[in-house]
């Protein structure tokens, strides 16, 4: 059996991994970013099945294909500078250069496709054996091991994707719509066309907010999301550029004239012959059997690239019409920006999503955004020297309309009305294609330079006299975000050293973080994406991540440098703020990543060894050039000597048809286990929420009880549940439920609630003290359990136990002297105090009554048998 039988099964599978890529991009859009795990319950459980039986059948065939395939399997064993997954693509794709372009040698080795592949389901091994660890948090470390199998799944599927020209066109359609889906949406709130309730965050803080009102789309928090907003900005103002560089005078071409017909057309035949008579001998059959390679090869070329001689019509419609059975295909070959006619309509759709980036980017006045796009572009720029100025035309008309547009919708609070809201928007896009396609047109003669040289500053300039003057607060004022920050980190750094190696399993910082902190600050996310891995994983795991955004930056900035800037502003953005907690930020890199595999463009020097392949092999087979995985036409002989290739290793060395088709099939099966535990907990969380809706308390246990079988040790739904049984069976419950978070502050702290209301002095005080060193700077909690033992303290003397109720009183009076040193050092120190940690005089009324039941129980008891001392302190809470 060879390639060309098992075709079907191959596009069949390429359909679906697409199709599975873009439910997961687009469900992420609509899931407020899968920051919260539980809404990704319902989709992981019928979402990965399908992803992993597609990521084990695609791997299974591509080694069947080549094992079964005498002419491609020699090519594997020499090429070994070729990774597996997409050596079809590399043949494909192939473009022969004139010897003096300056295009990198690039070939992509094997190692940096599998830390690419392989990263994630080790990082997600790790999470499983925390599971048999005693993490901080079970239900934390389970989510953790769902969210890195659902990035093992995508990063997999997506590479799958990017083996065929379909499969490409399609990802970078995908980019696009997820792009303008959040940009736009949120815009459309602004103006009230759609309905999300919690898209823009109101404040009064000057801190927070210069305009008391800040943008955050889908997302709704606004620094995440104009770190998204910068992403997808940045990746279209670096093609927009480029555009501008390449072919800027061809705006000014009828609109129907295809790009390339007259000049690169030309070229590229010359360049071909050039390239194939380097390494050609002088008879005829040589001369054209290169010549029927060459032919191919120009033909593989310019419909890749968008430049073969077509027809207008059919180059944006295709011969059978938009209605036509290519219909799909060309709306994704539209919004991949590969089918658009050449000259001004292409110029204005590629610049056409600028604009709501920007406007997007600057309403949600993220500076931690501002800043991580203005360095990644700084960081692209010396892979692409020559763009400095046409990245500053490029930007300029759409960042200075996106500034008018943030006046005046700032000015409206973000909640204008939806008919000057829209004709602004519309108006002011408008006005930024149009003045963007003259900023890239090439200008005629000197003055024509000079004016165009003129204008793109002037209209920087514009852009930052009208948002500086708004944000010149947050911008030059007090730093008081990096200060509350760093005392963060310093904490997060010290709960580091507890476990450095391996760290304490998923989510240790949300639930260890009222422990450790250093004052009363609010903050139960890191702010930081490395200390939060560092904290879960350790060095080991921290290792991991690093190395994959390490081999994914080189990628990156190798084979696709205009998106080695969206890239740079993640990883820079991340050690900041919590955008790795979104599972659309982990969604976002992977379909970077595998964008840059697929626009992989192979060194010249195996040109010559591609051009002594013979015509007959691929003429006779004209679908196998798009065949998943294929390395070269099938039947194509190759001279080592001739290409003379770097050595990588290869896939296909001996150890990996035993351990490496293994692996494979071990992390595509772990798929159905995973989907069976989303599952259950879908099924937990929802008979959770039809609990909290129910009024009967029988029905309410009913269901709480159904939810705990499905998902043990939920936090939330046990302290729900317990509140509704009887002190016996609350304590049971609570128990159990921290036997799975040990360190729950909440948890233990309704355990301390119920020994209290039993009357159990002992075990009250050992579990308050336990759960007051779980959250220290709780005022709240502080009170409580001082008022607790004072509760416990009049119970046993009007019980006629003065003994026993002199020392349960002086063990309140020890949790309030606690409780005030702790005030003090606060007061003291100056630092935050968010959650407004004061000793009061509430406090100091209860020491007194405390004070005077420990001094004088004969005098108290005679007091509260008269009913002369009415203490409403006493009640337990």
């Not at 389901?121 to 948090?137: C, D, G, K, T």
């Not at 609109?255 to 001998?281: D, I």
């Not at 610049?351 to 949600?364: R, T």
């Not at 679908?623 to 190759?638: D, G, Y």
């Amino acid at each position: 059996m060879d390639g060309r039988k098992s075709g079907p099964t191959l596009t069949a599978l390429r359909i679906l991994s697409v199709g599975l890529v873009a439910v997961a991009a687009l469900s992420a859009c609509l899931l407020r970013g899968m920051f919260f795990t539980a809404d990704m319950y319902p989709l992981l459980s019928f979402w990965l099945p399908p992803a992993g039986i597609v990521c084990g059948l695609g791997l299974l065939f591509y080694v069947y294909q080549n094992q079964c395939n005498p002419a491609s399997l020699p090519l594997l064993k020499r090429q070994r500078n070729v990774a597996g997954f997409n050596g079809g693509l590399q043949s494909a794709r192939f473009k022969e250069q004139p010897e003096d372009d300056s295009a990198p040698d690039f070939r992509l080795p094997v190692p940096v496709l599998v830390i690419l592949l392989f990263t994630p389901p080790v990082i997600a091994a790790f999470y499983a054996l925390h599971l048999r660890l005693e993490p901080v948090s079970l239900t934390g470390t389970m989510n953790e091991l769902f969210r890195w199998g659902f990035y093992t799944a995508f990063a997999w599927l997506a590479c799958l994707s990017t083996a065929t020209r379909g499969g490409r066109t399609a990802l970078a359609a995908l980019w696009h719509i997820v792009g303008l889906l959040l940009s736009l949406s949120a815009l459309l709130a602004v103006c009230g066309v759609v309905p999300l309730p919690y898209a823009v965050l109101r404040t009064a803080s000057p801190e927070i907010s210069a305009t008391g009102v800040r943008l955050g789309g889908l997302l709704e928090y606004p620094n995440t999301f104009g770190a998204v907003m910068a992403i997808f900005g940045l990746e279209r103002w670096f093609a927009v550029a480029e555009a501008v560089r390449e072919d800027g005078g061809r705006v000014q071409e009828p609109l129907g004239e295809v790009h390339g017909r007259k000049g690169r057309t030309s070229e590229g035949k010359a360049n071909v012959k050039k390239s194939s008579a380097a390494g050609s001998g002088k008879n005829s059959a040589e001369t054209e059997q290169k010549g029927g390679v060459t032919a191919w090869l120009r033909g593989r070329a310019g419909r890749t690239t968008g430049t073969e001689p077509t027809r207008p019509a059919q180059a944006v419609f295709g011969k059978t019409g938009v209605l036509g059975l290519r219909g799909p295909a060309v709306l994704m070959r539209f919004l991949a920006g590969e089918a658009f006619p050449q000259g001004t309509a292409r110029q204005l759709l590629r610049q056409l999503p600028l604009f709501p980036y920007a406007a997007a980017l600057l309403l949600s006045e993220s500076r931690g955004a501002w800043l991580a796009a203005a360095a990644a572009a700084a960081a692209a720029l010396p892979l692409k020297r020559r763009l400095a100025a046409p990245l500053l035309a490029a930007a300029a008309a759409p960042l200075a309309a996106a500034a008018l547009l943030y006046r005046q919708y700032a000015a409206g609070g973000l909640a204008v009305q939806p008919g000057p809201g829209l004709l602004a928007l519309a108006g002011l896009w408008a006005g930024a294609l149009l003045a963007g396609l003259w900023l890239a047109r090439r200008p005629k003669g000197a003055a024509g330079l000079l004016q165009q040289r003129l204008y793109a500053p002037l209209l920087w300039a514009a852009a930052g006299c009208a948002v500086l003057p708004l944000v010149r607060g947050r911008v030059g004022g007090t730093p008081a975000t990096a200060l509350a920050r760093g005392e963060l980190y310093r904490d997060a750094w010290r709960l580091a050293g507890r476990a450095p190696w391996l760290g304490r399993g998923g989510e240790t910082w949300h639930g260890s973080y009222l422990a450790v902190q250093s004052s009363p600050y609010v903050g139960s996310q890191v702010h930081s994406g490395y200390l939060d891995i560092l904290l879960n994983l350790g060095i080991v795991g921290l290792a991991g991540v690093v190395l994959w955004l390490l081999a994914a930056g080189w990628l990156t900035a190798k084979a696709s440098p205009r998106r080695f800037a969206p890239f740079a502003a993640v990883v820079l953005h991340g050690a900041v703020d919590f955008d790795w907690s979104y599972g659309l930020i982990w969604l976002l890199l992977s379909l970077l990543a595998a964008l840059a595999v697929a626009e992989y463009a192979p060194v010249t020097s195996i040109a010559p060894a591609i051009a002594k392949s013979r015509p007959s092999a691929i003429t006779r087979s004209p679908r196998h050039e798009e065949a998943v995985f294929s390395p070269l036409p099938p039947q194509s002989s190759f001279s080592p000597a001739a290409a003379k290739p770097r050595e990588f290793y290869h896939l296909r060395t001996s150890i990996f048809p035993q351990l490496g088709l293994a692996c494979i099939l071990a992390i595509s099966l772990a798929g159905l286990p995973l989907a069976r535990m989303a599952y259950s907990a879908a099924q937990g969380d929802a008979l959770y929420r039809k609990a909290m809706q129910a009024d009967e308390p029988a029905v309410k246990i009913a269901l709480l009880r159904q939810s705990l079988a499905y998902d043990p040790g939920q936090p939330r739904v046990v302290l729900l549940l317990a509140r509704l049984l009887p002190a016996a069976e609350e304590q049971t419950a609570l128990k159990q439920g921290l036997a799975r978070s040990t360190e729950d502050p909440r948890l233990n702290w309704a355990l301390a609630r119920s020994y209290m209301r039993s009357g159990d002095a002992a075990d009250a005080l050992h579990w308050a003290r336990r759960s007051l060193r779980l959250d220290r700077y709780n005022a709240g909690k502080q009170m409580q359990a001082a008022q607790g033992m004072l509760g416990i303290a009049t119970a046993q003397r009007l019980a006629g136990d003065p003994g026993r109720a002199r020392r349960s009183a002086g063990a309140g009076l020890a949790l309030l002297r606690q409780f005030r040193l702790l005030a003090a050092g606060t007061a003291r120190t100056g630092g935050h105090n968010d959650r407004r940690f004061e000793y009061g005089p509430s406090a100091a009324a209860l020491q007194l009554r405390l004070t005077q039941l420990a001094a004088e129980p004969e005098r108290f008891r005679s007091q509260a048998v008269s009913g002369g001392t009415a203490d409403d302190g006493a009640a337990i809470p």
